[in-house]
């Protein structure tokens, strides 16, 4: 009796969310349609119309090489002048199709209800990536001038539901962004290494000193941010710094 009675409120949590799942069911974050036939937020032909990740890929940034699909794993050629301060990153596919204007809904239209499907496709990667138990969480944060046009913070709010998932803490005050950068994507290379150096701060450098720690963004770009990002709080006194994004944008060739 006490074994069933010990069960009641995960029984309660299973009939809630089967109840929820009838009156609202459950879409595919690609067409829309009713997902009835899988438990995640991709329906099956939209998952495999995503370009997941895979190998061959630079195994430090996870930039894939898709000119030579019968390659090995290998560093790309930022990599092997040590462009970048965190110790390894990985994104969930690449930002094109479906996913580039679910995000961009989710981070300029307000459409919050993207963000399980985001985070599924995370959480996957980082089943693949073998990382050692991580420490921390945290998103790469917004200009308080930013945050308050914007009216939130759409890394923050990945990693929450990241760390939820994972089970690890995540911080959302540890690391703040101290000086207003211009948008990157209005910037060249170059220009977006200059507008970010410096930009970033460690609030309380006890709570990173000697974590293992993950940054999470949406989008990969040319990776300046994540990388000033962990330069700071490796310099603050992280032990591993790791990067993970949505999407990886690459650049035309």
């Not at 829309?32 to 990740?53: M, P, Q, S, Y």
């Not at 009216?151 to 760390?163: P, T, V």
């Not at 220009?191 to 974590?211: E, I, S, W, Y």
Request: glycine share 8%.
């Amino acid at each position: 009796m006490r074994r069933f009675i010990g069960k009641i409120p995960r029984i309660l949590r299973f009939a809630g969310s089967s109840l929820l799942e009838l009156c609202f069911p459950r879409v595919c974050a690609g067409c829309g349609k009713i997902n009835v036939l899988d438990a995640g937020f991709w329906c099956r032909h939209c998952r495999e119309e995503l370009t997941i990740i895979g190998s061959p890929f630079c195994p430090r940034c996870g930039r894939p090489f898709q000119n030579a699909p019968e390659s090995s794993d290998h560093l790309c050629g930022e990599c092997m002048e040590s462009a970048f301060h965190f110790d390894t990153a990985r994104s969930a596919v690449l930002h094109t199709g479906i996913v580039r204007d679910r995000i961009h809904q989710y981070k300029f239209g307000g459409r919050l209800y993207w963000i399980p499907a985001f985070v599924e496709l995370c959480e996957s990667t980082c089943a693949r990536w073998h990382l050692e138990p991580l420490d921390l969480i945290m998103p790469v944060p917004l200009h308080l001038k930013r945050l308050k046009e914007r009216g939130f913070n759409q890394s923050g709010l990945l990693a929450k539901e990241l760390g939820r998932r994972l089970n690890v803490r995540v911080s959302f005050d540890s690391l703040v962004r101290s000086i207003w950068t211009q948008p990157q994507t209005r910037l060249n290379r170059e220009d977006r290494l200059k507008n970010v150096r410096g930009a970033f701060a460690v609030t309380n450098p006890g709570t990173v000193r000697n974590g293992r720690i993950l940054v999470v963004d949406d989008v990969f770009t040319t990776g300046e941010t994540l990388s000033e990002c962990a330069r700071t709080l490796k310099k603050a006194g992280a032990a591993e710094v790791h990067a993970l994004t949505i999407t990886r944008a690459l650049p035309r060739t």
